[in-house]
């Protein structure tokens, strides 16, 4: 299917701060002109942490209630999450074994439903990205970088992990003369283009599903392409192992670094942090995700281009239910909650302060739900739809209403005295 390497835009990002309550307006700054430190994030899009996020170096902020339960709730989630995503991955990797043990239609089937049960949790930590954290921190001389970049990168050119159509003998499980190892895998990884994905959950789901030329349905790779005979059959039952080891041990290291009671955990770090960070944090992963991760790279890309390839599980015909538990993970955070457990969220923070902005967000929140919940599935069909069809208009909408949902998170960080990026509003 990809039959061209996909270059990236860089995008200059102005930013405009928002005037709250009849202030004084405030210069437009840019990016450039801001301090970051580090670079984080996925495929070398926008990321890293604001030296800080109070937005007027002469203005302490001050919240009207106490924030330290928000900031502990937001521990909480973060960790109940990871867990979550951890023991799914698990499920995933023992559901994958027992089908290269045994592989047939039915446990290929069943590893194909463990891949998809694995998401939901994994997509809904995406709003803990884009301020330098575990997942996303950059290479130290005292820490490693994060594993993001190896866990859910996309678009994935398939030739490099196996055969596609026009190329029978492509990628590296038919490149008989290395040996496949995660050491064989990590060093191809992105090596040449970001778009040379060897790792993560897309990769696996390439291996489970194969490429998708259904109009209605997702690839149907068959399972005697695991069968336990044959040298190709052989590496490939060899790369899905690794890789679905590879991924565990990622999202345990993930799960590790937010377990409070270690006092050396980033977690224990995270609440000893100055509330305006702390606080800012949790609105840049909000505010990024909505509008530079959502909006512009999975929606307008995939959109400007009409190709599959830019769909983000374009495999499995997954990807509505990547925006909506991406949009989920924002949610978690707004209000504090994960599943049956509830906290103190972001909500009440904003709501002491400005109890209509903060009825508004909800408001925005809903209508983006909404909106990524109209957009025809499947997804790859909508893209191959014309210009100015019922199809797309209904994606364009959930352009503007995710859009408009991350210059609310801007405005409510400002009602905080926080200052939020968010690109494109």
């Given amino acids: ?16 701060l928002p005037v709250a309550h009849g202030q004084p307006s405030t210069p437009s700054i840019t990016a450039s002109t801001l301090a970051f430190v580090g670079e984080g994030g996925e495929g070398g899009e926008a990321g890293g ?18 924030p330290q339960p928000v900031i502990l709730s937001y521990i909480t989630l973060v960790a109940k999450t990871y867990s979550a995503a951890y023991l799914s991955a698990l499920t995933l990797q023992r559901a994958i074994d027992a089908m290269l043990e045994n ?16 998401r939901p949790a994994y997509l809904q930590s995406e709003a803990f990205r884009y301020y330098e954290g575990p997942i996303d921190q950059a290479a130290s001389a005292t820490q490693q970088a994060g594993p993001e970049p190896r866990l859910n990168a996309w678009p994935l050119n398939e030739a490099v992990i196996d055969a596609v159509r026009g190329a029978p003998s492509s990628g590296l499980i038919h490149q008989l003369d290395i040996p496949i190892s995660r050491a064989s895998i990590l060093r191809l990884d992105q090596a040449q283009d970001e778009a040379d994905v060897t ?37 490939r039952r060899t790369y899905l192992f690794e890789l679905s080891r590879l991924l565990v041990d990622d999202l345990k290291t993930l799960n590790d670094a937010w377990r409070i009671s270690d006092r050396q955990s980033y977690a224990a770090r995270f609440s000893t942090l ?19 991760e959502l909006t512009s790279e999975r929606l307008t890309v995939a959109l400007d281009s009409g190709s599959q390839e830019d769909e983000h599980s374009c495999f499995s015909d997954n990807t509505h239910n990547d925006f909506k538990y991406d949009l989920r993970g924002v949610r978690n955070v707004y209000l504090g909650e994960y599943g049956s457990w509830r906290g103190t969220g972001l909500s009440a ?5 400005d109890a209509q902005l903060d009825r508004e967000l909800l408001g925005l929140l809903s209508q983006a739900e909404k909106a990524l919940d109209a957009i025809p599935q499947p997804f790859d069909q909508m893209l191959a739809s014309p210009a100015g069809s019922p199809q797309r208009e ?32």
Avoid: C
């Fill in 199 to 235: 790792t993560g959950y897309h990769a696996i789901e390439f291996l489970l599903w194969g490429q998708d030329f259904n109009r209605d349905g997702p690839g149907t790779r068959p399972a005697s392409d695991f069968a336990l005979d044959g040298a190709v059959n052989s590496r």
């Fill in 349 to 353: 923070l904003l709501r002491a302060h």
């Fill in 394 to 425: 209904k994606a364009e909408v959930a352009v503007q209403a995710l859009y408009a949902l991350a210059a609310g998170f801007k405005r409510g960080g400002a009602a905080l005295g926080i200052l939020v990026i968010a690109p494109g509003v």
């Fill in 49 to 66: 942490v604001l030296s800080s996020y109070q937005l007027d170096p002469f203005t302490p902020s001050t919240f009207k209630i106490d």
């Fill in 103 to 118: 592989p047939n239609s039915a446990t290929l089937a069943r590893a194909r439903r463990a891949w998809l049960a694995a």
């Fill in 274 to 292: 100055a509330p305006v960070e702390a606080i800012g944090r949790m609105l840049a992963g909000l505010a990024m995700l909505t509008a530079e």
């Fill in 1 to 16: 299917m990809r039959t061209s390497i996909k270059l990236w835009t860089a995008l200059g990002i102005a930013i405009s």
